[in-house]
T-cell receptor
Framework: EAQVTQNPRYLITVTGKKLTVTCSQN?????MSWYRQDPGLGLRQIYY???????DKGDVPEGYKVSRKEKRNFPLILESPSPNQTSLYFC????????????FGPGTRLTVT | SQQGEEDPQALSIQEGENATMNCSYK?????LQWYRQNSGRGLVHLIL?????REKHSGRLRVTLDTSKKSSSLLITASRAADTASYFC???????????FGKGNQVVVIP
């Protein structure tokens, strides 16, 4: 089954404790992206990747890191999480660039206390 | 930056009625897409309309695009309780490698 998976689905952590949210897709998509969703703000893009070893900042990249060492994986790293990073995070992938339909993962609900 | 802006933000209708929501954008686009999100879950792609298309249908969905007014509308005909969700429009342009999402449009279908 074609899908985007994210782990963990729920995470409660404390300020400053480094964490990684994994994202994996099995559709051989070139393009992958991370979004955060906050009430009243819609979806905002954090980082995206056009292909392996090619990443670029989205609208709200501060406080996040990403890497794309393999085509199927695109982890999101929070080196020192802060409470303002409490949010619902989505990973998405698409066949090419941002111009085609995107497939979304189920989401990761992160709470930073 | 956010480009798509949906209007109205919240809509409550009876089952069987039609639901219409609009989206406006600011710059030239390559395509415009609509997504659905059930409460707290991942977004699901509904339909994509290219800038050279004016109307597109998919099942009970009808999307129109007016590039002169920089706006799009999504019509859901004969709504069902299962259509209760948030609906987002997203635009992509030639100079960008990403989609810009609107803030979403909550639709509640009352059985």
């Amino acid at each position: 089954e074609a899908q985007v998976t994210q782990n963990p689905r729920y995470l409660i952590t404390v300020t400053g404790k480094k964490l990684t949210v994994t994202c994996s897709q099995n559709m051989n998509h070139e393009y992958m992206s991370w979004y955060r969703q906050d009430p009243g703000l819609g979806l905002r893009q954090i980082y995206y990747s056009m292909n392996v070893e090619v990443t670029d900042k989205g609208d709200v990249p501060e406080g996040y890191k990403v890497s794309r060492k393999e085509k199927r994986n695109f982890p999101l790293i929070l080196e020192s999480p802060s409470p303002n990073q409490t949010s619902l995070y989505f990973c998405a992938s698409s066949l090419s660039r941002g111009l085609s339909e995107q497939y979304f993962g189920p989401g990761t609900r992160l709470t930073v206390t | 930056s956010q480009q798509g802006e949906e209007d109205p933000q919240a809509l409550s209708i009876q089952e069987g009625e039609n639901a219409t929501m609009n989206c406006s954008y600011k710059t030239s686009i390559n395509n415009l897409q609509w997504y659905r999100q059930n409460s707290g879950r991942g977004l699901v792609h509904l339909i994509l309309i290219r800038s050279n298309e004016r109307e597109k249908h998919s099942g009970r969905l009808r999307v129109t695009l007016d590039t002169s007014k920089k706006s799009s509308s999504l019509l859901i005909t004969a709504s069902r309780a299962a259509d209760t969700a948030s609906y987002f429009c997203a635009t992509s342009d030639y100079g960008n490698n990403r989609l810009a999402f609107g803030k979403g449009n909550q639709v509640v279908v009352i059985p």
